[in-house]
């Protein structure tokens, strides 16, 4: 919101709850259309619990890689196309039926993929979850920061940042729960269902966004939610900002055009608006090539070779990833009004590039010392019992774990009964294997192979996900949140979370057959590289939005920026000169 009494960059974390718990009706809006950062959260992490299930009972998912990643990445696709159509809807009809058509969306393919009967019907069902979270994604944390004051503008977005990393760890937890239940995945994609059928009901008592309202002549409206947000004695304020920024806005739009496709066409004419894009893609953008989504999608999966065979074990451990991305949402609450958006990136990058370098190498020597394959052992299950690539091999006795369990073998390797580190068998990867394998007390491999590493590996992923959740997890949807003119908010927003999800698409679709093409180890080595990449480009293209005015925003990009040898960035309009330097 434009105007305040307070100025904004003496914002902190206290600052949010102090204002919340004088105004609660600021938190109800807030956590109601935050709502829908849990469902996106949901989404992506009760997927990579329901895969492993999902292909014990679907014979063709368990043999086909991509079968696995179009499952998965559908939901993505859906993602896209909903981002799109909903920056036009957030601009044409309001942020709030925005969010109630997503909240139908994903419920509806929440029920489709409860009832699914084939792969078909899930991949259904998750083009409609996708378009409800591509919706929501680019919704909620314009909603929010259009209905919060500017000094706990940042904070109260990064509580959407929050639901969706508390939706993951929700996601894991009903994993866990339903691992014993009868029809198990069904329940963990069915129960989707419930968040958004809650914020639905929630999103039908709330306002639309005051902002909006200004937009389309609803002035006695915006007035009255206005009234509810902020002290009295700052309302008139807020009043006249927010008419002097309509009707300056409506003065321009005669000669650009009002249509999406005029906007569109105007954007690169535009200096403010060309420049946020900038900014507000390459964010987008960085978020998903530093790979998160291949944590978050395929977490259990990554666990499993990292060494630890059992399902149930691997959802266990990737609970601890997803509770560390909780947390680190809440770090970046509290910080993110204090030290600024650009310069909580700059540092979360640098801890994820280290962290995928340091994982790089532990894969690599996990599969230089992985158990190698034992003749004798291999025979003991019969001849029949045998890898077939493996009796066939020119150099069998070069074979260990790693060459049995690769996708060109088609077999799986049965751990030693004395020792799981010690040589063991190369066998067929069928269901009749499998158990003669674990009747005799051992531990059955098909995504990787008993390591001394797994612990290390478990620990860097999460050391990588507090890398990742206060900087990058988080701040992205704030910048693109406050870094637009009102007039292209909608659009501008929609096209960086298109970004964003076709980002998220090329990774997760991709994810798998890397592994399989480079190994683990050769994977987070490109995303190393990606990440760094990635930290050039917000280093030379992002500024600083921390505490700013919407209209200081536009006033900043109209001056253009240039970084300094520094991990802040200057707004002439900040009183932090010494982080930031607009040229």
Not at 349 to 373: D, K, N, Q
Request: charged letters at 15%.
């Amino acid at each position: 919101m434009e105007g305040g009494v307070t100025k904004p960059d003496k914002t902190e974390f206290t600052e949010c709850w102090r204002t919340s718990w004088k105004k609660p009706y600021i938190m109800r809006l807030a956590f109601s259309a935050g709502i829908g950062g849990l469902l996106f959260g949901y989404d992506t992490g009760v997927i990579s619990g329901a895969l492993l299930y999902i292909r014990d009972d679907f014979k063709s998912v368990e043999k086909h890689t991509w079968l696995q990643e179009t499952i998965v990445s559908t939901a993505v696709a859906g993602a896209i196309a909903g981002a799109a159509f909903g920056g036009w809807m957030n601009d044409k009809y309001g942020r709030k039926k925005s969010i109630l058509l997503a909240d139908v969306l994903f419920f509806i393919g929440a029920i489709i993929m409860a009832a699914s009967v084939g792969p078909w019907m899930i991949i259904l069902g998750r083009v409609f979850v996708g378009l409800g979270v591509g919706m929501a994604s680019m919704t909620a944390p314009l909603y929010i920061s259009e209905a919060s004051p500017a000094r706990i503008r940042g904070a109260l977005v990064s509580t959407n940042g929050l639901l969706i990393t508390g939706g993951q760890f929700l996601a894991y937890l009903i994993n866990l729960a339903f691992t014993k239940a009868p029809g198990t995945w069904r329940w963990m994609l069915g129960v989707a269902a419930v968040p958004a059928l809650v914020q639905f009901i929630l999103m039908l008592s709330l306002p639309e966004s005051p902002r909006w309202l200004y937009r389309h002549d609803k002035v006695k409206e915006a007035r009255v939610i206005l009234e509810k947000i902020y002290p009295e004695i700052e309302v008139e304020e807020e009043m006249k900002a927010l008419k002097s920024s309509v009707e300056a806005e409506k003065a321009d739009e005669g000669s650009l055009g009002n249509g999406l496709f005029a906007k569109l066409k105007n954007i690169w004419g535009n200096d403010v608006v060309r420049r946020g894009l900038y900014a507000g893609i390459t964010v987008q953008v960085a978020q998903q090539f530093v790979g998160i989504n291949t944590v978050m999608y395929y977490s259990p999966t990554i666990v499993q070779q990292a060494g630890f065979a059992s399902n149930k074990t691997a959802l266990a451990l990737s609970l601890i990833t997803s509770g560390l991305n909780a947390v680190g949402s809440v770090v970046s609450m509290a910080f993110v009004d204090r030290f600024g958006r650009r310069r909580l990136m700059i540092i979360s990058m640098f801890g994820i590039i280290t962290c995928l370098i340091a994982l790089s190498v532990l894969f690599h020597e996990a599969s230089s010392h992985a158990p190698r394959v034992s003749g004798v052992e291999s025979v003991g299950f019969g001849g029949n019992a045998t890898c077939q690539s493996f009796s066939r091999a020119p150099q069998p006795m070069s074979w260990n774990c790693m060459t049995c369990v690769s996708p060109s073998s088609h077999c799986a390797f049965c751990a030693s009964g004395d020792s799981k580190y010690h040589p063991g068998a190369c066998l067929a990867a069928t269901d009749e294997i499998r158990a003669m394998c674990r009747g005799e007390k051992r531990t059955w491999y098909t995504k990787g192979c008993p390591s001394k590493f797994g612990f290390f590996t478990v620990m860097l992923l999460g050391m990588y996900i507090i890398s990742y959740s206060p900087g990058m997890g988080t701040v992205p949807w704030i910048v693109n949140s406050e870094i637009y003119p009102l007039r292209y908010r909608g659009i501008g927003g929609g096209i960086a979370a298109v970004s964003n999800w076709v980002s998220n698409l090329i990774v997760s679709e991709t994810f798998l057959t890397l592994t399989e093409t480079l190994g683990s180890a050769g994977t987070f080595l490109l995303f190393a590289g990606f990440s760094t990449i990635g930290l050039i480009a917000i280093y030379f293209v992002v500024p600083e939005t921390k505490g700013l005015q919407f209209e200081e925003v536009e006033k900043m990009l109209e001056k253009g920026f240039r970084p300094r040898l520094c991990c802040g960035s200057s707004s002439s309009s900040s009183s932090e000169k010494d982080d930031d330097d607009l040229k």
